[in-house]
């Protein structure tokens, strides 16, 4: 896994959205409802 990657542009993209407010989302790191690895896998993540 390379890490994180930021990216900016045009055109159209597609993957689901996991996210959530930053507060929860690093609350639920390390819980039973973080996503999988696989679920990251063509995942558009928003903050």
Not at 14 to 20: E, F
Request: aromatic letters at 10%.
């Amino acid at each position: 896994m390379r890490g994180y990657e930021i990216i900016s542009g045009k055109g159209i993209v597609q993957g689901h959205l996991p996210g959530d407010c930053i507060d929860v989302f690093i609350m639920a790191n390390g819980t039973k409802i973080w996503p999988s690895i696989n679920e990251w896998t063509n995942a558009i993540l928003f903050i």
